[in-house]
């Protein structure tokens, strides 16, 4: 069966394969003009209208193409441009359009992009927060220089 949306992309492509048939036909006669031969359609039409055709299809397909994914891609950057109510004491993400007082409507950080997005995140501790969980028992100790070679 098919789907509007086949329809459609099969529409597209019927379309640019007759434009791009018309098209460079025109363009041929308006170069054998140009070029002082009398342009009379004769057995190479049929491979003018093939070539003009492919071409064209192909170029509608691809556009076709393109505009799906900018689609895609203006959703994606649709999601993460708005502003983001957050806790400012466990960090957790109030899902849109809910209510703040409900407890349901709050969400992990990491579980609200990971959610939204492709990322996915690793855990660690930063220096600042490993010298409050550990105290004076973890100091950072940089690295010594490594002499270049000459």
Known sequence: MITPEIFHKIKIIVIGFLFGA??????????????????LLHKHCIILVLFGGVSGSLITHYLFKIKTLNKALQQRVKTLESILPICSYCKKIRKPKTDSKDPNSWQ?????????????????ICPDCMKIIHGKKYSIKPKPAKPEPN
Not at 22 to 39: C, D, M
Not at 108 to 124: N, P
């Open 108 to 124: 992990h950080l990491e579980s609200y992009i990971t959610d939204r997005t492709a990322s996915q995140f690793s855990h660690g």
């Open 22 to 39: 018309i098209l460079l036909i025109v363009l041929s006669v308006i170069q054998k003009i140009i070029a002082g031969y009398t342009p």
